[in-house]
């Protein structure tokens, strides 16, 4: 949304279940990261307009990283491949992230 919240949608019923504000300014991309039985399981990578990657736990509904900075301008894209996060924006960059456990890193 435009209004920098995630929602979240249930799909059977067609109705929003949760929202959450993350950062300032709109959110562009969405990224789910996928659960491997760790604490990380279910967290959302966002892009946003501020040129930060955030990385949101979806069960404590609450920021766990936010990689400021991430890019010169607004993060456009996310996309995830194997182990890594792609990530790519209006600077006319594409960037390779790593996946750890403990968030993401350069």
């Not at 949760?18 to 990380?40: E, Y």
């Not at 501020?50 to 920021?63: A, H, K, L, R």
């Not at 996310?78 to 790519?88: A, F, I, R």
């Amino acid at each position: 949304a435009q209004d920098a919240t995630l929602r979240v949608m249930d799909l059977p019923e067609m109705m929003q279940s949760r929202c959450f504000s993350i950062g300032d300014l709109a959110l562009s991309s969405l990224q789910i990261l996928p659960g491997h039985g760790t604490s990380s399981d279910g967290n959302i990578v966002a892009g946003s307009f501020d040129n930060s990657i955030y990385v949101f736990s979806s069960e404590f509904g609450n920021v766990v990283q936010q990689v400021r900075g991430a890019h010169m301008d607004a993060v456009s894209a996310l996309s995830l491949c194997g182990s890594s996060l792609v990530t790519g924006s209006w600077d006319a960059l594409v960037k390779l992230w790593a996946l750890t456990p403990s968030g993401i890193s350069n």
